[in-house]
């Protein structure tokens, strides 16, 4: 398996849109414009989730593949007299990733404003607690009114900036926001795929917001489309700093089995039709836990109980702008995935859910 032009291209352009949970538009507008490219109908909930339906045969099973468009961040809450913006931050942000780090800043209007992380002092000896208090963003702006005529607000979103890198001859890929902006071009990238292809089911293939503050686009999307069953794709974070192999999340070593996690107990007989694809289609899969959640956890509990099976990979620097992932395991995901929706229909789905 080697990684395309336009596959890296998908992947290149994802992460490199902005889009902190509750402000994903730029990244709707992304997906939106391919869905509309291939012709399919949209379907949005009313917090911004989008997706594209694609009508099967048998309109007695409807599948949804959710991703999730928002990213880890800040938004502004105060400019202060000499120009410098304190922020909130907006999920579960690596504080160590930030001090002196480049960062963009994109106001309401759309305007992009490119600046860095700014502290006192080289050393902080910042309690967790009060990391962010220690810290200013500066944009350049030499005071308050300044920024200010520049449309700078409360709320506008700040990322820290972390260009598309190819590692190592393709083999690795550096960027931020690979979670969850990994799911963005393998939807689009799933949809080339599946173009002349009709499937014996009803799928709903799109992405939700604000999964990073709660799982909270998942749970108005899954309200939406009433899945019977439903595939989630995320990023999770890989445990391999140290190599073991004990470890479980580990770079290159393919597609994760999530048993466990804190918003979910993964279902059993998912869990084993994933592995099965995995084995059938010669990749390399790795069973996985997490403190952490997925939109999984929200779709599962909707409606009275929604057969959930989610579909990862790892990367590190999670919730940095420094993530890598392994080419292999995005190709990995993609395939058995396919695998998985070529081997599905009514009756696979009622052996999935009979005596759980
Ligand atoms: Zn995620």
């Known amino acids: 398996m080697k990684i395309t032009k336009r596959q890296l291209q998908l992947l290149k ?72 913006i304190k922020v909130v931050p907006i999920g579960g942000v690596d504080e160590r990733s930030m001090i002196a780090h480049r960062a963009i800043l994109k106001n309401s209007l759309g305007k992009l404003f490119y600046g860095a992380v700014t502290a006192n002092a080289p050393h902080l000896n910042a309690e967790a607690a009060n990391f962010i208090k220690q810290i200013t963003f500066d944009f350049g702006f030499r005071n308050k009114k300044e920024a200010e005529k520049a449309n700078i607000k409360f709320g506008d979103q700040i990322i820290l900036d972390g260009p598309f890198q190819i590692l190592n001859k393709k083999k690795r890929l550096l960027a931020k926001a690979f979670d969850n902006r990994y799911s963005i071009a393998l939807i689009i990238d799933l949809l080339d795929e599946l173009e002349n292809v009709t499937l014996p089911f009803d799928l709903y293939l799109g992405a939700n917001v604000q999964e990073e503050v709660g799982l909270r686009g998942a749970t108005t999307a899954s309200n939406l489309i009433k899945p019977d069953l439903a595939i989630v794709l995320d990023c999770s974070p890989a445990r391999d700093t140290f190599v073991s192999k004990e470890e479980e999340g580990v770079l290159g070593e393919g597609v994760l089995i999530r048993y466990l996690d804190r918003a979910m107990i993964g279902f059993p007989k998912l869990l084993k039709w994933q592995e099965e694809a995995c084995k059938e289609t010669k990749v390399k899969y790795q069973y996985f836990h997490s403190t952490g959640g997925t939109d999984a956890g929200a779709i599962h509990k909707s409606q009275t109980g929604v057969l959930t099976l989610t579909h990862c990979i790892c990367a590190r620097g999670l919730h940095s702008p420094s993530t890598i992932i392994d080419v292999d395991d995005y190709l990995a995901a993609k395939k058995v995935l396919l695998h998985l929706l070529k081997n599905l229909n009514y009756e696979k789905y009622l052996s999935l859910k009979n005596n759980i």
Request: zero cysteines; proline letters at 1%.
């Open 13 to 84: 352009e994802a992460t490199q849109l902005i889009g902190v949970s509750g402000q994903e538009k730029e990244v709707r507008n992304y997906l939106q414009k391919h869905f509309e490219e291939k012709k399919l109908p949209l379907l949005f909930d009313e917090l911004g989730s989008i997706y594209a339906y694609k009508k099967g045969t048998d309109s007695s099973l409807k599948v949804m593949i959710s991703g999730h468009m928002d990213e880890v961040g800040f938004i502004t809450q105060e400019i202060l007299s000499n120009g410098l």
